[in-house]
Nanobody, 126 residues
């Protein structure tokens, strides 16, 4: 099992930036893909960005493409989400997730991930 801990959320004005971090521990050798999802009040959890753990390929939701950047530091078992030009509609709880190759069914599919962090709140004021 992989344990994930997020940090870096907070309150920021529209147009501002935040960087989220997600540290992984446990069976990190089993990680194939890591991703960020978000969930706003009364909405379903949605895909934000993902990165393949070995090759570093990245994937983004259309709503964040060009504004958010996902990256990883394998030596530190940490993945980052740099969020620039934030908008009020980016307000949500952001979750880090990790998944093994055995579950992989697409980088944006929730079922590809079997380890989740506790979530960190991001609030963007207008």
């Amino acid at each position: 099992q992989v344990q994930l801990v997020e940090s870096g959320g907070g309150l920021v004005q529209a147009g501002g930036s935040l960087r989220l971090s997600c540290g992984a521990s446990g069976r990190t050798s089993s990680i194939y893909v890591m991703g960020w999802f978000r969930q706003a009040p009364e909405k379903e959890r949605e895909f934000v960005a993902a990165i393949s753990w070995s090759g570093g390929s990245t994937y983004y939701a259309d709503s964040v493409k060009g504004r958010f950047t996902i990256s990883r530091d394998n030596a530190k078992n940490t993945v980052y989400l740099q969020m620039n030009s934030l908008k009020p509609e980016d307000t949500a709880v952001y979750y880090c997730a990790a998944g093994p190759v055995s579950r992989y069914s697409g980088f944006d599919a929730i079922r590809s991930y079997n380890s989740w962090g506790q979530g960190t709140q991001v609030t963007v004021s207008a």
